[in-house]
T-cell receptor, first 118, second 113 residues
Framework: AQKVTQAQTEISVVEKEDVTLDCVYE???????LFWYKQPPSGELVFLIR??????QNEISGRYSWNFQKSTSSFNFTITASQVVDSAVYFC???????????????FGQGTTLQVKP | KAGVTQTPRYLIKTRGQQVTLSCSPI?????VSWYQQTPGQGLQFLFE???????NKGNFPGRFSGRQFSNSRSEMNVSTLELGDSALYLC????????????FGPGTRLTVL
């Protein structure tokens, strides 16, 4: 069975602090994809990053960085120097391609609500 | 390039009625997936369509159905609405041969009274 766990339900930080959102996944498949999405109050899910299971290279995009470790089945997301506009719900997701669908359904974690206070 | 559009954005129905939601994917995207988001169950996969064929389905009752048209636009239908069907319904589109990135629309907020 596939599963994504985001143990942190809510995180509150003060602007300019660094914050890390944890994500742990479970799958027996060797080929899979991991994602992070941001959901602001408007409701739309905004794509942030995609990683495949064969690429453990960490990635940095501006203030955002992601740490993928297969040994611990984790795909953590760090925001450096947080800003009020980063306040949102963040979802980690897993997808596994199948014979019928190379897209694969997204299996989401429960989400982490991040509040950045000024 | 226009993003994924969903109509209507808000909908209020009563128990027992049926509802149809519409999704227009990003131009050139042929795969459309639907998700239900509720406070209790979180984000759950409903189904995926590609070239007018359903190729993946989640664990939802038969009251939930969908279809895709030749222009890749998709509709989902929920019959005999129940209070528990109140949710945000999100549609996502994916370009064929892409890196599996699913781009989401703004969602349709359905309230069942």
């Amino acid at each position: 069975a596939q599963k994504v766990t985001q143990a942190q339900t809510e995180i509150s930080v003060v602007e300019k602090e660094d914050v890390t959102l944890d994500c742990v996944y479970e799958t027996r498949d060797t080929t899979y994809y991991l994602f992070w999405y941001k959901q602001p109050p408007s409701g739309e899910l905004v794509f942030l990053i995609r990683r495949n299971s064969f690429d453990e290279q960490n990635e940095i995009s501006g203030r955002y960085s992601w740490n993928f470790q297969k040994s611990t089945s984790s795909f953590n997301f760090t925001i450096t120097a947080s800003q009020v506009v980063d306040s949102a719900v963040y979802f980690c997701a897993l997808s596994v391609p199948t014979i019928s669908s190379n897209t694969g359904k997204l299996i989401f974690g429960q989400g982490t609500t991040l509040q950045v206070k000024p | 390039k226009a993003g994924v559009t969903q109509t209507p954005r808000y909908l209020i129905k009563t128990r027992g009625q049926q509802v149809t939601l519409s999704c227009s994917p990003i131009s050139g995207h042929r795969s459309v997936s639907w998700y239900q988001q509720t406070p209790g169950q979180g984000l759950q996969f409903l189904f995926e369509y590609f070239s007018e064929t359903q190729r993946n389905k989640g664990n939802f009752p038969g009251r939930f159905s969908g279809r895709q048209f030749s222009n890749s636009r998709s509709e989902m239908n929920v019959s005999t609405l129940e209070l528990g069907d109140s949710a945000l319904y999100l549609c996502a589109s994916t370009r064929s041969g892409s890196r599996n990135e699913q781009f989401f629309g703004p969602g349709t907020r359905l309230t069942v009274l």
